[in-house]
């Protein structure tokens, strides 16, 4: 199994460019089964989670062609994916194929809303949390849709006619319901109206190629959306939008390790709160033509507090990273996590580097300390492992990274981005 080695010391300075976003490239996907048309999909990332998601796609029928495979070597990783789901020869994603990633789950709207039916396998817990899906089955009932649980299974059934439009509240933000019920309306009778909606650029980036294929959707990115119902969609081209949590996790590698950085391909606006509270560590940020500027010059690293929310607030997604950060800030800061409610496991293993880090609760205290030692650590989630990288290129000596699947899961080329910019990172096959 792969391992990642990295030998902490050396500044970054060069050019990264930003993937197309994971998160918008998922659901996007999963969206071309609302249509027998083809849907074209530019700038989708080369990861593990986007190659199991063309699986499952092909087990309910999608016929799927990849073109730029590479473009030019070390410009641009991107690749052009089209989708065509002429027929969909299953409404079942198996447990298998589920457990695997959790976001083919989504598959169940499109699925309920094309066919009129879908048997999806419960996804189980993931190492972050328990992750119900209650609000997923809420909200589809809430457009007609009969629903059971049966043998770890949902059965989902659209009455005779189709979904129909309906009104819904989300008690709790979810970003992954937001995108389900968000394309089951789409093909639903009449108009849906959906409160409390996430407002993640990614929820919008949807919207966006939704709307392209035909959708009647507005307001997607603020907490009301609403869905005009259609009778069919057609095929359309998207370019899926720069991945924040890779731009934020860039950007604090090099407030971490010092340095001159432009994140290239990405927009600033996609992440102002990680921003700001990288800027309020002693780096500077400005905007460039094509990106963002990341400047760490002799300033130390600033203590600072955060708390993640949803949109457009602090990204739980970053929490592990600014964790990482803070290890070497020179003071105290606390890190309160209110998204999941068992994001915390990279403290053991960077707490295997030197950090000083205590938990209560939701919060934990990071005691800054001037110098972190490399040492073998473990990957436990996608974004715990990054923080690692991020501790380890700061650390003197070697720092082992394993179980580097989690990271490939998530981070296109990371060691190649990160060696181009002066970085000691190399992958270690066994
Ligand atoms: C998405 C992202 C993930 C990110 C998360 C929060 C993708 C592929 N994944 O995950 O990287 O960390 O948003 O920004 O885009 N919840 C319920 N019931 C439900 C659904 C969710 O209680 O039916 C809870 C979850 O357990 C969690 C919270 O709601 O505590 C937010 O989860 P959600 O926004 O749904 O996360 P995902 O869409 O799974």
């Not at 991107?78 to 457990?99: D, Q």
């Not at 699925?111 to 189980?124: Q, T």
């Not at 990106?291 to 690293?301: H, L, T």
Request: aromatic share 4%; charged share 20%; net charge neutral.
């Amino acid at each position: 199994m792969d391992r990642i080695r990295i030998v902490g010391g050396n500044q970054l300075h060069g050019v990264i460019p930003i993937s197309g976003a994971k998160n918008a490239a998922l659901p996007l996907m999963i969206a071309s089964l609302l249509t027998d048309d083809t849907l074209t999909l530019e700038n989708v990332p080369h990861l593990a989670d986007v190659e199991q998601l063309i699986r499952i796609l092909g087990n309910h029928g999608a016929d799927i062609s990849v073109n730029g495979r590479r473009e030019r070597q070390g410009e641009s990783y991107a690749r052009t994916i089209h989708f065509t789901s002429r027929n969909i020869v299953s409404t079942t994603a198996p447990y298998e194929l589920v457990s695997k990633m959790r976001a083919s789950f989504w598959v169940i709207g499109p699925l309920l809303a094309r066919e009129g039916k879908a048997r999806v396998s419960l996804p189980g817990g993931c190492a972050i949390g328990t992750r119900p899906v209650d609000l997923f089955i809420e909200g589809l009932a809430a457009l007609g849709a009969n629903i059971e649980i049966d043998g770890g299974y949902i059965d989902a059934t659209a009455p005779e006619g189709g979904l129909t439009g309906g009104r819904y509240v989300f008690p709790k933000v979810s970003v992954g319901a937001t995108h389900v019920l968000m394309m089951a309306a789409t093909l639903a009778n009449g108009t849906t109206v959906i409160g409390n909606a996430a407002r993640e650029p990614e929820v919008a980036d949807l919207a966006k190629c939704l709307n392209a294929m035909g959708a009647k959707i507005t307001g997607a990115g603020t907490g009301t959306i609403t869905i005009e119902g259609v009778r069919s969609l057609s095929g359309a081209r998207h370019r899926v939008l720069p991945d924040r949590i890779e731009t934020g996790t860039y950007a604090m590698a090099v407030a971490m390790t010092g340095g001159d950085v432009i994140l290239e391909d990405t927009d600033s606006s996609l992440l102002e709160t990680a921003l700001e509270a990288i800027r309020r560590t002693g780096a500077e940020i400005s905007e460039t033509n094509s990106g963002i500027r990341v400047v760490r010059n002799r300033a130390g690293i600033r203590p600072v507090d955060i708390v993640t929310d949803p949109f457009p607030g602090f990204p739980t997604d970053l929490q592990a990273q600014f964790m990482g950060l803070m290890t070497k800030s020179s003071g105290v800061s606390h890190i309160t996590e209110t998204i999941f409610e068992n994001r915390f496991m990279h403290v053991q293993e960077l707490a295997r580097l030197g950090a000083k880090i205590s938990l209560s609760g939701q919060t934990a205290k990071i005691e800054g300390v001037s110098r972190l030692k490399g040492a073998p650590v473990m990957a436990t989630d996608l974004r715990a492992s990054v923080s690692l990288v991020i501790a380890g290129l700061a650390a003197e000596g070697e720092t082992m990274v394993s179980r580097v699947y989690h990271l490939d899961r998530g981070f296109e080329r990371l060691e190649e981005k990160l060696t181009r910019c002066g970085a000691h990172v190399e992958r270690v096959s066994d």
